[in-house]
């Protein structure tokens, strides 16, 4: 392959990840338009509905989400009565974001969405599977701790034929 098909769209996967996150977010709307909740706070109800309480840091970690991007989700998600924040008094460093009884009932309403989201994707169970743990394992090397640039030295790469 020629050196400037690297730089078709249509070779790159970054746009493929990033074209389908976008349709994907768009087709959420409807749903969580009814819960009252962007994208970015259905996460965060998530990780809630799942854990029940966690550090901001931890919210964090598994959302992939910075503290400044974090911070204001979390603000407003307690002004609208759906969780708690509390500093510990044994590390004020450390703040614990808790459901309200409001935000543990949202789960019963929003159970739902992800089989809405599935049944318009069109895909087997098989084929949804695949695609999760493959975009999942991309998600883990690439956001590994890798210190070495010569990973990729040895490597021709996806776009030699």
């Known amino acids: 392959m020629q050196e400037d098909e690297f730089l078709k769209l249509d070779n790159q996967l970054c746009f493929v990840l990033y074209a389908s996150s976008r349709v994907l977010t768009k087709l959420y709307g409807p749903f969580l338009a009814k819960l009252n909740l962007t994208y970015p706070q259905y996460l965060v109800m998530l990780v809630l509905w799942e854990h029940e309480t ?42 614990m974001v808790a459901l309200t009884p409001q935000g543990g009932a949202m789960k019963k309403q ?48 996806p776009y030699t034929g």
């Open 110 to 157: 929003a159970v739902s969405v992800p089989m809405e989201l599935f049944c318009r994707s069109g895909l087997t169970v098989e084929e949804f599977q695949a695609i999760k743990q493959n975009v999942t394992t991309l998600l883990e090397r690439m956001n590994a701790d890798v210190n070495s640039k010569d990973q990729c030295a040895d490597t021709a790469g």
């Open 54 to 95: 966690l550090s901001v840091s931890d919210i964090g970690r598994l959302l992939y989400l910075d503290s400044g991007t974090l911070t204001p989700l979390l603000k407003r998600l307690e002004a609208s009565g759906l969780l708690t924040r509390t500093r510990l008094s044994t590390d004020e460093r450390k703040v």
